[in-house]
Structures are given as C-alpha cells and as structure tokens.
C-alpha cells in the first residue's frame, strides 16, 4: 500500500541521538496517495465539450480530461479561485472567486479579466441567452446582482434575502432557476421584475439544478447524496441516481451526459439520465487533509485526519481510509475540520473557517460537543480537568473553554504570534504551541506561564509529542519536519524537500490548512501534504 516518495533521491536525515550514538536514518514513505484539486465545487463545459472544475482552497481553476481522469490547471492563483463557472454564448468562460468576493472572466486565452469585487461570498453565476451575467452571494451574503461583462459598471442588486440561491441556470423560458439552500426548494426567479417562485419543495440541502436539452431541470441535494430529475412545470420529481452526500454542481454536456462534482471525495462522476448509473471520473482518497491526531491501540497506529471536507481516520499500516464524517450529510454535524488532536477516547476537531472546536467519541465517531464562536480556532487540546483549551490565531491567544458547551472561557496567555499547533506534555501540566508568525515553539503551563523551547524557525505549524519525550514539527516554510529537544530546544532536521505548505488561498489566512504531525506509540512519525492530498510515514532505518 506503500511507495517511496520521490523526490529524486532517497529522503532521509541524519541525527545524532540524545546518548550520542551513531547517527539515525529515516525513510520517507507515501501511505495515502495524492489527488487533484483541493476540494471540487464548480463545473462547466465549453462549446467543445471540454470539462472545467473550480477549487476554492486550491485558489485554482482546472481542466479535466474526461477520459483519462487526470486534471491539469487552466488558471492558478490567485485570478483561478473558482466556486462556480459559466460560459457565455461568445464562449467566454466567467467565474466567482467566494473568499475574495471577486468575479473574473476569460475570452479563450486571452487575459484573465476582473468584472466585480467587494461581494464577499459570491457564488454562483449564470449568462443569459443575450450574455447579461447575473451572480449571487450565499453563506457570507444573500443577495442576486447583475454583472456588467465589461467590467465597467459596478453590480446592480435585483434582490436579496432569498434563502441561499445557490448553483442556478437559466431555462429555455429565459427564467432563472436554482435551488435555495437554506430552504429545501428549487425556485423560478423573474430577474427583470425581482419575483421569484417556489417551483419544487422538499429537498434536504439542494446545492445546484442545470437544464438538459429536453428541457428537464436536474437537481443535486448534497445532503442525501441524489441526483434528482424536476418537471420544471408541475414541481414533480423523480430521485435518478443516489450517490454519496457532499455534492456541490453539476454540468451537462451536449449529448445530455451529467457530471456531478463531490467535495469529499476530491471527484466528479458521469451519471447516465437513463439508468442513473455512475462513472467516477476522477477522484481522491482525501480532499485536502489538514490535522493528525494518532492514537496507538495493541501496537497499531490510527490516525485521525481533519480532512476540511471530512472526518476521516487511516490505518497507519495499510494506509486504509475510513470515513466517520462527511461534510453536509444528512443527520451529520461536521464543519469544515482544518486540524485535529486524539487522545484516549477523544478526538478534537478544529476549524477556522467556521470558528468552531467539536468534540468526538473515538470509538463510535458522534459527536459529544460542538462549541461555536471561537476567533480563528486552529488546534485544541482536552486538559486534565475536562475543560477544552484552544488556539485562537484570531486572538493570538489560548483560551481555556468549559461548563455547558464550552460557554465559560478565560484567557490562559495571549500575545502570542501565530498560535497554529499544540501538544500537551506527558504530564498534562503544559502545552507546547507552535507560534508560526515568530518562528518559535514555546511552552505554556496551565498558570499561563510561558517559557521558549526553540526559535528561528520557518513557519512551524503542526506539533507533536513522541514517546521518547521529543517534538515533532512541521516547519512549513522551510518544508522539513524536525525534531526538537524540548529540554535544550536542539533542532534536527528528520526530511526535508517535503510537498508541504500550500499557498494560501486569497482571502485566506496565512497558516491556510495546516500541515499536521502525528507520532505513533513505536515512534512512527506522519505528517499530511496539503499540496499532494497526501499522508507520509517517516520510519527509522
């Protein structure tokens, strides 16, 4: 299940151990493999039939070979960043950069062009049969403009507070039609009077509709995973196919074949409107794996993946990928989780994007406790005492959270720069933090106490403590995981020329995913690439 990392030439790293020893190899192993885009949203095709996908962490706007199932990028970051995609009848390709809130536009391989910005969460688009553009902002807004195609004339709002008017097209009646998210209905909207209709009601979480050249109006709910078929006229509906939750658009070809794009699985598949048969195009065993939590049970390793778009565990000798959590699955709490710790029978998830901290029982995978309203959670630890301590980057603070929910919060120590990792020491008495901003990992003992352990560090992010009292770094902006001696603060290089430290995403933070360490109990370091999609075990020789 294993293959050696390529990176030309073997990667190891010398070190001399505490005893002063002969020097220590290490080998670098790839145990999950890599996949293309970082998360999968927006789909098009072009009037030659060519197949387009959208990435919004990965800043990137790909095109795929159907055929094939690879991806290549069509425009990077920053201008790639694409939620959704569009094509004007002139072939013109348009898309909505959500971070940013910026909407761009290409003619073939000319330049690319900015047509609007200041809509944060902008989101879906759609060209009329004229080439008027009309786009919307959901989840960071709720509103529906048209979009001047020259770029010169700001958006004009038609409407807002519809309820999420999200993945939408335009259907043969010159009609705007798209799900409403937050609803569970598919609408009809007259976008030259601003009236909008309810034309089908009952869905879950409907995410996008696309038109057929039959005039069927095609609906995917993420949440129950369907592929659902519309009578645009009388609302009746008919489930096609039943795929896996987290969908998020569709696109349909000239010869009515549908693709469908799945965050979670890093995948689009092709689906037979006939038979609701599906053919996986392309797709990944994690969509951008975040934090490692690992916890070893009768000599085997399991790690506990935040996966942003999943909740995933892996065995750490077969490199097997189980799912406890899917994000946006019906019946499922799970929100977006960027990093992860695992001790005992808990695992802690943690994300920034949605400022929450989640509390999950290792062995069943429910969730105990969700506490919301953190600034910019980036790692969390459960102290002796069962309160909950977290790392708010937004705060440059830890802040200690217990009672109902996480309600009563204090503030342990602050001023820090750039808390993204945590480890709690052995004892449970201290943590260590890693401060990426100042290139430092410090030690903050439970009165708040702060000493430094090792500095002039590059961007360190994730932390981990081994079994033989030593930390484990990521130190992304020198792409190496190190060891540091917490007693002397020694720093030994372990690999180095690692696929880690994705550009962050514009409109993002600068720690983006953080790369996550584990340590097994025999020792066996792991860390996730967030360039690859990948996770690596680092073995002695």
């Known amino acids: 299940m294993t293959s050696r990392l390529a990176f030309g030439a073997t990667v190891a790293a010398a070190m001399f151990l505490a005893t002063g020893a002969a020097a220590q190899t290490y080998e670098v192993t790839k145990l999950v493999p890599g996949s293309a885009f970082h998360g999968v949203h927006g789909l098009g095709i072009d009037k030659a039939g060519r197949l387009f996908a959208g990435s919004v962490a990965g800043a990137a706007l790909y095109e795929v070979d159907r055929v094939n199932g690879t991806a290549k990028i069509a425009v990077a970051s920053p ?14 390709m348009a898309w909505t950069a959500f971070l940013t809130g910026d ?45 001047d195609v020259e770029g010169a004339k700001p958006p004009r709002k038609i409407m807002e507070k519809m309820g999420g008017l999200n993945g939408f097209e335009f259907g043969p009646d010159d009609r705007l039609y798209g799900p409403l998210w937050f609803k569970g209905q598919v609408a009809r909207v007259d976008v030259d009077k601003g009236e909008l209709t309810v034309v089908a009601d009952g869905f879950k979480i409907p995410a996008a509709v696309n038109f057929d050249s039959k005039g069927n109006l095609w609906v995917v709910d993420t949440a129950l ?16 196919a039943q795929l896996k939750p987290s969908l998020d658009n569709l696109a349909i070809d000239d010869k009515d074949r549908i693709f469908v794009s799945n965050m979670a699985d890093n995948g689009i598949q092709e689906v037979d409107p006939e038979t609701g048969a599906a053919r996986q195009v392309i797709s990944g065993k994690l969509a951008l794996p975040g934090g490692i939590g690992v916890v070893s049970d009768g000599g085997k390793d399991t790690l506990h993946v935040a996966d942003v778009f999943a909740y995933r565990t892996v065995d750490g000798t077969t490199g097997e990928v189980s799912e406890p959590a899917r994000m946006h699955a019906d019946g499922v709490t799970l929100e977006y989780p960027m990093s992860a710790t695992a001790k005992g029978d808990d695992v802690i998830l943690s994300s920034w994007f949605t400022g929450t901290v989640q509390l999950i029982d290792r062995k069943s995978g429910k969730t105990r406790d969700m506490l919301h309203g953190f600034k910019a959670p980036h790692d969390a630890v459960k102290l002796g005492d069962g309160s909950i301590l977290v790392n708010e980057l937004g705060s440059k603070s830890l802040v200690r959270a217990g009672g109902e929910h996480g309600k009563d919060r204090t503030v342990l120590i602050g001023d820090l720069e750039g808390p993204v990792g945590m480890a709690a020491t052995a004892a449970g008495d201290a943590v260590y933090v890693t401060e990426a901003f100042a290139g430092r990992i410090s030690m903050v003992g439970t009165n708040g106490e702060k000493t430094i352990i090792a500095k002039d560090l590059k961007l360190p992010e994730g932390i981990a403590l081994g079994p033989d009292g030593m930390l484990v770094v990521a130190e992304v902006g020198a792409r190496r995981i190190v060891q540091i001696n917490p007693k002397d603060g020694t720093v030994t290089e372990i690999a180095g020329n690692l696929p880690i430290g994705l550009a962050p995403a514009p409109g993002g933070l600068p720690s983006n995913i953080p790369t996550g360490v584990g340590v097994g109990a025999s020792g066996v370091i792991y860390f996730s690439s967030d360039v690859e999609n990948a996770i690596y075990r680092i073995t002695k020789k």
Do not use: C, H, W
Request: proline residues 5%.
């Open 225 to 240: 995973g369907q592929l659902v078929r519309v009578d645009p006229k009388s609302g009746a509906k008919k489930v096609v």
């Open 103 to 147: 909407l761009y536009s290409r003619k073939g391989d000319g330049p690319v062009k900015k047509l609007a910005s200041g809509l944060p969460g902008i989101n879906s688009l759609a060209f009329r049969k004229d080439g008027r553009l009309y786009a919307t902002q959901v989840f960071l807004g709720d509103a529906l403009y048209e979009i």
């Open 79 to 92: 201008e790639g960043m694409a939620d959704d995609i569009a094509f004007a009848p002139d072939g013109t």
